[in-house]
């Protein structure tokens, strides 16, 4: 028999209730989003790369008890939605291409990733991180890195590198639209302590990133430096995004539509933050006129963090 569509229901990581799309066959339930091309694997704790996406998630009754997983597969439906809402983006590469996403990656690994051809969850040790695909933040930031390999393909180093990283901090926190919306990781990062965050977009120095040229990190391209400061020098684009939104009065969605035609139209795969600048304000002048507060608003933003 054919499979059909159903409703599977559970807890997220925080212990929050929601629904979403599985798919029943043979009498059981896959987590399975056919409608969005979705699938939500386990590594069972492997941390054997050659092993993923290891096993398509199944359960008995359609009530789902393993929070990552119920996150995982709900908050990359969220994605999906908003790319194809705001942006008429199908999918990662606009092709509909299967969103797929393995949970508890390896043991108490402290990350999430995505690997060229899917996301990876670490559950994290407890203390700092709880599993990382209970924040939307997160899952926006990973897919984001899909679509952003698939547009401009920034190269994961230096000043491309920390471009990467703010675009996907910038599409994260816009599709998790929050109030004091410029915080990164909040929900699941460190639990024993309320109100921090992993990184912050509006005050990048309070966790010790830059938020001006002058501060640039010259880090080395290793590992060890975080390939050239990736996701320290992100501060610094991360910072002229706030700018522009705080002081243009655009909406989050428009400046967001912003730094998506910059992204997919105008930059490139060693794009710097002087390219970034430039993209960006193109992008603003094709949506809003050359004289608009809008492309006033980016050039002051970016201005305001040593870029141009
Ligand atoms: C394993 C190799 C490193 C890949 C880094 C991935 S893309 C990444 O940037 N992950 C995010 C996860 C995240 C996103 C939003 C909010 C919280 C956490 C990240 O920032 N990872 C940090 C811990 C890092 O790698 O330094
Ligand atoms: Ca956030
Ligand atoms: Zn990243």
């Given at each position: 028999n054919k499979a059909t569509h159903a409703t599977g229901t559970g807890k997220g990581v925080l212990g929050d209730n929601k629904s979403f799309n599985t798919l029943s066959s043979s009498g059981t339930y896959y987590l399975q989003d056919s409608t969005r091309n979705l699938k939500t694997y386990t590594a069972r704790n492997s941390a054997n790369e050659n092993l993923l996406p290891g096993t398509l998630l199944s359960d008995s009754d359609n009530y789902w008890t393993d929070g990552a997983a119920v996150d995982a597969h709900t908050y990359a439906a969220e994605v999906y939605d908003y790319y194809k809402t705001k942006?008429?983006?199908?999918s990662f590469d606009g092709n509909g291409a299967a969103i797929k996403s393995t949970v508890h990656?390896?043991?108490?690994?402290?990350n999430a990733y995505w690997n060229g051809a899917q996301m990876i969850y670490g559950d994290g040790?407890?203390?700092?991180?709880?599993?990382?695909?209970?924040a939307l933040d997160v899952v926006g930031h990973e897919i984001t890195h899909a679509v952003i390999e698939r547009s401009a393909n920034l190269v994961y180093e230096n000043q491309s590198g920390a471009l990467n990283e703010s675009f996907a901090d910038v599409l994260g926190n816009l599709i998790e639209d929050r109030d004091n919306g410029w915080l990164l990781g909040e929900d699941i990062y460190t639990p024993s302590v309320s109100g921090d965050a992993l990184r912050s977009m509006s005050n990048p120095e309070s966790q010790g990133d830059p938020a001006h040229m002058d501060d640039y990190k010259n880090l080395p391209n290793t590992r060890e430096g975080d390939w050239g400061g990736v996701h320290t020098n992100s501060g610094i684009p991360n910072k002229a995004f706030v700018n522009f939104v705080e002081t243009s009065g655009i909406t989050r969605d428009n400046a967001g539509k912003v730094w998506y035609r910059a992204l997919t139209s105008y930059m490139t795969s060693r794009s710097d933050f002087d390219d970034a600048r430039n993209a960006t304000i193109q992008a603003a002048t094709d949506l809003f006129g050359s004289s608009s507060t809008e492309v006033t608003a980016v050039t002051n933003a970016w201005a305001a963090v040593g870029v141009g």
């Open positions: 942006f008429n983006r199908n990656f390896g043991r108490n690994f402290n040790d407890g203390s700092t991180f709880v599993p990382l695909s209970g």
